[in-house]
């Protein structure tokens, strides 16, 4: 005779609500991953939304900025210029070491200026020839119109001088010409719209300020 065993009632029981449960958490756990998800998509169009605005901010550019590239190229080729000179005519190796500094530094953000003007189709100023020569109308007797430009008889002086000489005469020379860029850059700064050229503004204040106290220390004057 069979023994049959009656199933256990509690126990069927006790695993159907286990099964309801398992799957009731799967269902919760698929639901807030969904809403993860389009949280997720919804944050990314923010940051995306965020990101464009930001770039929109940095494009855009007025009269200022047009005005600050278009004056600081021929500005910075003149000081290009000049620190060249000292590669042969210095005796300092002070003054010689600032020129090189001067020849990195502004070298390069010349070609930035050059670029955004040219994505604004707006003039560009020659970098060939002489600093006095860079922009139309301008020679030799109206570079000193601009802020601490050097005219052409300040330029034929710096080039005839040598040794001691030209190190005193770079020197001042520099601190007159860093003061008006420091002057430019100030404007760009207050007036300016364009992000990049207003963090450019920046750092020609900062290191053109520290170069002009360090000038000022080679002639003595701090």
């Not at 159907?16 to 639901?31: I, K, Q, R, S």
């Given at each position: 005779?069979?023994?049959t065993r009656t199933?256990?009632?509690?126990?069927?029981?006790?695993?159907?609500?286990?099964?309801?449960?398992?799957?009731?958490?799967?269902?919760?756990?698929?639901?807030?991953?969904?809403?993860?998800?389009?949280?997720?998509?919804?944050?990314?169009?923010?940051?995306?939304?965020?990101?464009?605005?930001?770039?929109?901010?940095?494009g855009a550019h007025?009269?200022?900025?047009?005005?600050?590239?278009?004056?600081?190229?021929?500005?910075?080729?003149?000081?290009?210029?000049?620190?060249?000179?000292?590669?042969?005519?210095?005796?300092?190796?002070?003054?010689?070491?600032?020129?090189?500094?001067?020849?990195?530094?502004?070298?390069?953000?010349?070609?930035?200026?050059?670029?955004?003007?040219?994505?604004?189709?707006?003039?560009?100023?020659?970098?060939?020839?002489?600093?006095?020569?860079?922009?139309?109308?301008?020679?030799?007797?109206?570079?000193?119109?601009?802020?601490?430009?050097?005219?052409?008889?300040?330029?034929?002086?710096?080039?005839?001088?040598?040794?001691?000489?030209?190190?005193?005469?770079?020197?001042?020379?520099?601190?007159?010409?860093?003061?008006?860029?420091?002057?430019?850059?100030?404007?760009?700064?207050?007036?300016?719209?364009?992000?990049?050229?207003t963090s450019m503004?920046?750092?020609?204040?900062?290191?053109?300020?520290?170069?002009?106290?360090?000038?000022?220390?080679?002639?003595?004057?701090?």
């Open positions: 005779m069979r023994n199933p256990n009632t509690r126990a069927l029981t006790g695993r159907a609500a286990m099964v309801a449960a398992f799957v009731t958490a799967a269902l919760v756990l698929a639901a807030c991953g969904n809403d993860d998800s389009s949280t997720g998509q919804a944050g990314g169009h923010s940051s995306a939304s965020s990101s464009a605005s930001a770039d929109a901010t940095a007025n009269a200022q900025d047009v005005s600050f590239a278009q004056g600081m190229i021929p500005h910075h080729q003149q000081a290009l210029e000049m620190a060249e000179l000292a590669a042969d005519r210095a005796s300092s190796d002070q003054v010689k070491d600032l020129a090189s500094r001067i020849e990195g530094a502004q070298g390069p953000e010349i070609k930035t200026l050059s670029g955004w003007l040219t994505s604004w189709g707006e003039d560009v100023p020659t970098t060939s020839g002489s600093a006095a020569e860079s922009m139309p109308g301008m020679d030799h007797s109206a570079g000193s119109a601009m802020p601490g430009m050097m005219d052409g008889s300040d330029m034929d002086e710096l080039e005839k001088a040598s040794g001691a000489d030209f190190d005193a005469m770079f020197l001042t020379m520099m601190i007159d010409h860093h003061k008006g860029a420091v002057d430019m850059a100030a404007a760009e700064k207050n007036k300016g719209e364009y992000g990049p050229a503004a920046d750092g020609i204040v900062t290191t053109q300020t520290a170069e002009i106290a360090e000038m000022n220390k080679l002639l003595g004057k701090n």
